[in-house]
């Protein structure tokens, strides 16, 4: 397996502008996390998914943020509009809890730079 | 959020010396998983323990549980200049749901050859 595959990489955009966010996670797996990683604030959970599902979404912070999950294999993060303080790195992770945890492969991060 | 503190927040070594890191957590928890982070890198699990576990080992790692204090330690033996990464701890949150996995801090590590 390719592991957790997430584009674009990079993103610089500039205020105001719609961002999507993509992630693939591995095939098997029930379970898919978004997380926001800044300095100031750390790896925060944004939102996670159960069987395509949203279970909890306390972390998103605002209604600029939205998830979806359409299928098992692909899961979207987008950010309308955008703001500086949106700028970040975006981390996708998936896992099932076969063993009663969830232990996670993250993907490789979208570095997001809001100007 | 964030489950809790890990401390030091950073901690710099010499190779050869072994690295203690903790991590105390807020809830009550099923487990609690530790990850590396390589700069610019994706985060990557390193070891879990349960909450009837009191201690793990895996290779040169050894994490202690001690949930009558929330707290968790990791320790790296004989530290290599290819430790050098940030850990993190994370648990899941018995109080809101079992299947969430929150994630401290983070402690950075620099292991100098």
């Known amino acids: 397996d390719a592991g957790v595959i997430q584009s674009p990489r990079h993103e610089v955009t500039e205020m105001g502008q719609e961002v999507t966010l993509r992630c693939k996670p591995i095939?098997?797996?029930?379970?898919l996390f978004w997380y926001r990683q800044t300095m100031m604030r750390g790896l925060e959970l944004l939102i996670y998914f159960n069987n395509n599902v949203p279970i909890d979404d306390s972390g998103m912070p605002e209604d600029r943020f939205s998830a979806k999950m359409p299928n098992a294999s692909f899961s979207t993060l987008k950010i309308q509009p955008s703001e500086p303080r949106d700028s970040a790195v975006y981390f996708c992770a998936s896992s099932d809890d076969r063993t009663g945890a969830n232990v996670l492969t993250f993907g490789a991060g979208s570095r997001l730079t809001v100007l | 959020s964030q489950q809790g503190e890990e401390d030091p927040q950073a901690l710099s070594i010499q190779e050869g010396e072994n690295a203690t890191m903790n991590c105390s957590y807020k809830?009550?928890?099923?487990?609690l998983q530790w990850y590396r982070q390589n700069s610019g890198r994706g985060l990557v699990h390193l070891i879990l323990i349960r909450s009837n576990e009191r201690e793990k080992h895996s290779g040169r790692l050894r994490v202690t549980l001690d949930t009558s204090k929330k707290s968790s330690s990791l320790l790296i033996t004989a530290s290599r200049a290819a430790d050098t990464a940030s850990y993190f701890c994370a648990t899941d949150d018995l109080e809101t749901s079992y299947d969430k996995v929150i994630f401290g801090p983070g402690t950075s590590l620099s292991v100098i050859p």
């Open positions: 809830t009550s928890i099923n487990n």
């Open positions: 095939s098997g797996h029930d379970y």
